[in-house]
């Protein structure tokens, strides 16, 4: 069955850094989209990042400058590099995937019923 696992999360200051990792297994990951959404408590799941088979990107207004999307398909994993974290970017950071067919574009690949497969969730804390 498809896996996706999230990983690199952890506790950070206002300013700093962090990569998150996602490892896909049972899935042909070469071909599909994926991205990287966040969802904080009470709030719900928000876009931030995604790229394509090929590389192309798409990024959240939020995060363009600061955070950067990559893949390495023969890993079979995505990346989310982000860099000078804010305090209100905590929350629990999820990758998913999707069909390139239905996520071709920017505004598609950033709603979360495009995606078919989601894993577990990192937690991402900026301390203030």
């Known amino acids: 069955q498809v896996q996706l696992v999230e990983s690199g999360g952890e506790l950070v200051k206002a300013g700093g850094s962090v990569r998150l990792s996602c490892v896909a297994s049972?899935?042909?990951?070469?071909?599909?989209?994926m991205g990287w959404f966040r969802q904080a408590p009470g709030k719900d799941r928000e876009f931030v990042a995604a790229i394509r088979s090929r590389g192309s990107t798409f990024y959240a207004d939020s995060v363009e400058g600061r955070f950067t999307i990559s893949r390495d398909n023969a890993k079979n994993t995505v990346y989310l590099q982000m860099d000078v974290l804010k305090p209100e970017e905590t929350a629990v950071y999820f990758c998913?995937?999707?069909?390139?067919?239905?996520?071709?574009?920017?505004?598609?690949?950033?709603?979360?019923?495009?995606?078919?497969?989601w894993g577990q969730g990192t937690q991402v804390t900026v301390s203030s």
């Open positions: 998913g995937a999707a069909r390139p067919l239905l996520a071709g574009t920017k505004d598609a690949a950033s709603r979360t019923t495009t995606y078919d497969y």
């Open positions: 049972g899935l042909i990951f070469s071909s599909y989209v």
